[in-house]
């Protein structure tokens, strides 16, 4: 490999020098490589891979034969990182005669102390990746390795969800990524694991995934979801102001949050029995007026549905609950109770601060509230590029959003819940605050 300026050799090498907290990614590294003292050239003196693979190693972490960085856990190894040169690199099977188990998070000593780091984030020499370990789930990894083309999965993958609050945003953000082989096997998939590549957004009508419907945001008119699908990925019609009907199938077991919403032209949404969990509401749906909820929804799920912030905004004509025409449920004695002297008053002293990649959020504890949510989002209004954590700990005030882009300005708010006989109500949002990352 050639001694020469950027190239992706050093682009890479800039990314994961940026991201261990060695050396930053500098404007004088980008004007000429001599400047560093480091060549890109593989095996050279003072190779900045070199230079990775001893901040790795006195770090605690192993690197195998093929340039994986790895830690030995109970019952095999998993893989941290990519510290070698080729342009297509295989996730294998084993290290060392030890299963690969998964890919997880690693942590570097930096400026400020101890610093975690997802798998292979930002990695811009690799322009294809395949998977031989057998891993049935595939969490946060790839995010933002925009020379990336093309993904082949492992034939054991069954999901791509991370359990907790940020979902899974597993090849988010690779610009350039055009080419995804599934396995037969996959049914699940969230919402944001291919956010902002062209694989998805250059795609026609409703885009399904295994048993998942993954985005519906190119799809127009009356949209009847195919039976097979058994998942609505979060935000798949959000902000679509072209479908003017929506049905949902019986065997849909799960309606992610922020699924529908912001649909301008839509009209009529009709969910059929059988359908039992949802977790997304109908905020500023203005044309909405007929809305089919089904026997088999519970209490929540009509709750969620039907929230406060959207009833006080965009409340339907009518609307069929448990096969029969009603009078809006939210409307009754009972919630009108609850939404005086339940629903918990906003935070106070919210405040954002950008480091390196990460926004902070803190905030004063509101002692009436169970919990809070907050939302970061690229757009001011929050149609898009936005991300929720819902955080359960009454106690908790502060919450860090990670991986964010460099330069790039992003939109906060945060409102309060409380949850009453397993139903959540919600406080109202509080001013939006602007920060621009680091």
């Known amino acids: 490999?050639?001694?020469?300026?950027?190239?992706?050799?050093?682009?890479?090498?800039?990314?994961?020098?940026?991201?261990?907290?060695?050396?930053?990614?500098?404007?004088?590294?980008?004007?000429?490589?001599?400047?560093?003292?480091?060549?890109?050239?593989?095996?050279?003196?003072?190779?900045?891979?070199?230079?990775?693979?001893?901040?790795?190693?006195?770090?605690?972490?192993?690197?195998?034969?093929?340039?994986?960085?790895?830690?030995?856990?109970?019952?095999?190894?998993?893989?941290?990182?990519?510290?070698?040169?080729?342009?297509?690199?295989?996730?294998?099977?084993?290290?060392?005669?030890?299963?690969?188990?998964?890919?997880?998070?690693?942590?570097?000593?930096?400026?400020?102390?101890?610093?975690?780091?997802?798998?292979?984030?930002?990695?811009?020499?690799?322009?294809?990746?395949?998977?031989?370990?057998?891993?049935t789930n595939l969490e946060t990894s790839f995010v933002s390795c925009v020379c990336l083309r093309k993904v082949t999965l492992p034939e054991t993958l069954v999901t791509m969800m991370e359990p907790g609050e940020d979902g899974s945003y597993a090849f988010a953000n690779c610009m350039c990524l055009e080419e995804v082989n599934f396995p037969k096997s996959f049914k699940y998939i969230d919402g944001e694991a291919f956010a902002g590549t062209p694989w998805l957004d250059n795609q026609k009508g409703l885009v399904i995934v295994g048993k998942t419907l993954l985005s519906g945001k190119n799809a127009k008119g009356n949209v009847t979801i195919p039976n097979k699908v058994e998942w609505i990925s979060s935000s798949a019609f959000f902000n679509n102001d072209n479908i003017t009907e929506l049905t949902i199938p019986a065997r849909v077991k799960m309606i992610e949050s922020c699924a529908i919403g912001d649909c301008d032209s839509l009209r009529k949404l009709t969910i059929r029995n059988g359908v039992k969990n949802n977790r997304t509401d109908l905020r500023v749906c203005d044309k909405l007026d007929k809305v089919i909820i089904p026997p088999s929804f519970d209490r929540e799920s009509t709750c969620n549905l039907l929230g406060y912030d959207w009833m006080m905004n965009t409340r339907p004509t009518y609307y069929y609950y448990n096969g029969t025409m009603s009078s809006t449920v939210l409307e009754s004695e009972e919630y009108s109770s609850l939404k005086k002297s339940v629903l918990p008053g906003k935070t106070s002293k919210v405040t954002v601060s950008a480091g390196k990649k990460t926004a902070k959020v803190t905030w004063k504890k509101v002692s009436f509230a169970e919990g809070y949510e907050v939302v970061i989002s690229s757009s001011k209004t929050f149609s898009k590029g936005f991300r929720v954590a819902t955080i359960k700990n009454n106690n908790t005030t502060t919450r860090t959003f990670k991986n964010l882009k460099k330069g790039k300005k992003y939109y906060v708010h945060m409102r309060t819940y409380k949850t009453i006989d397993h139903v959540r109500y919600y406080g109202n949002y509080t001013k939006t605050k602007t920060i621009t990352v680091k």
Request: glycine share 10%.
């Open 1 to 135: 490999m050639k001694n020469f300026k950027i190239t992706a050799a050093a682009m890479a090498a800039v990314m994961a020098m940026s991201m261990v907290g060695g050396i930053s990614a500098s404007a004088d590294f980008m004007s000429a490589d001599t400047n560093t003292g480091f060549n890109v050239v593989e095996g050279g003196e003072n190779s900045l891979v070199d230079y990775l693979r001893e901040r790795f190693i006195d770090a605690g972490y192993k690197i195998s034969d093929d340039d994986f960085v790895y830690s030995e856990v109970d019952g095999g190894v998993v893989i941290h990182h990519y510290v070698g040169y080729e342009s297509k690199i295989v996730i294998p099977a084993e290290i060392n005669g030890k299963e690969v188990l998964g890919l997880e998070d690693y942590r570097i000593p930096g400026e400020y102390g101890w610093e975690t780091y997802t798998p292979f984030c930002g990695l811009t020499i690799v322009d294809e990746v395949e998977f031989k370990a057998p891993l």
